[in-house]
């Protein structure tokens, strides 16, 4: 618990750097290209395009139920929200995951903890949040909705996402190094995590075991909380979220401590598996 507050820790000493990182890593990428770092903006957008052609356009009698209109825009915003939190988790974890063992050959010269290196990879998804969450409120005010008064706890929300998304991606990270065919299955469960987490579809309506089950992810519990304080006109923790969030922060702790335990028994001997 211990080790796993330090490398917490490392992680806010560390912030300056990680910033400069982030920025660094963004120039690297859009730099070479026309557009630059408008692509950022542009690439979210032009990912979700197919799902507004979907379930915007091709399915314009969706609705849901308790829902103040049945306008497709107004469940637009609240697809959106779901993945603009999705994406970003889906993205951060990928990349954050592998971050270390991409640097594996230049390990041994870093002036600074190996533990930083997903939190750099996570900064650099953060835009992919910031650009759904803004398209979704735009949706949300020209259905003629306005925001949920319980918007506030949208920072709990991305505070428990960038912990639970650090603590997955470096425990993934020092398993990924010592077991390549994992990212295979790592690759598999979050391709299949859109669609059980509820971002399209409202699991709450699922009233079985599967769906009691899948109520249970940290995933949803994200998605759905974080929806649900830009969305929701009842308190964000009410209803089944009171229970759901201690096993969520057991979860949480259990990958942060395990995470911390492998990052710190394998680090030494990374370069070998290079």
């Known amino acids: ?53 979907v379930f915007g356009l091709g399915f314009r009698q969706v609705t849901m139920p308790g829902a103040p209109t049945s306008s497709p825009l107004y469940y637009l915003a609240w697809m959106m929200f779901g993945m603009a939190i999705w994406r970003f988790m889906n993205e951060a974890i990928m990349n954050g995951s592998s971050s270390i063992k991409r640097q594996l050959k230049i390990v041994t010269k870093m002036k600074f903890p190996m533990s930083v290196l997903p939190s750099i990879s996570i900064g650099t ?45 470096l425990f993934n990270s ?34 079985n075991l599967v769906g009691d089950i899948l109520r249970l992810t940290p995933f949803y519990y994200l998605v ?6 830009l969305f929701a006109p009842d308190p964000v923790l009410a209803r089944e979220f009171t229970s759901t969030t201690i096993i969520f922060w057991c979860s949480v702790l259990l990958l942060l401590i395990v995470g911390t335990y492998l990052h710190r028994s394998f680090k030494d001997i990374f370069v070998e598996y290079k």
């Open 174 to 207: 020092t398993i990924l190094i010592i077991i390549p065919d994992y990212i295979s299955i790592l690759r598999l469960v979050m391709s299949m995590g859109m669609w059980f987490a509820g971002v399209i579809f409202n699991l709450g309506q699922m009233n």
């Open 1 to 53: 618990m211990i080790n796993a507050l330090k490398i917490l820790w490392e992680q806010v000493t560390n912030l300056p750097l990680i910033i400069r990182m982030v920025k660094f890593g963004d120039q690297n990428t859009y730099g070479s290209f026309i557009l630059g770092q408008t692509w950022k903006i542009v690439n979210p957008i032009l990912q979700v395009t197919a799902y507004f052609l």
């Open 125 to 169: 998804s953060i835009w992919t949040l910031i650009v759904l969450t803004v398209l979704g409120l735009a949706f949300l005010f020209i259905s003629g909705q306005p925001i949920s008064s319980h918007w506030p706890w949208v920072i709990y929300y991305l505070i428990a996402t960038l912990i639970f998304v650090y603590s997955f991606a």
């Open 224 to 229: 759905a909380g974080y929806r649900d304080a």
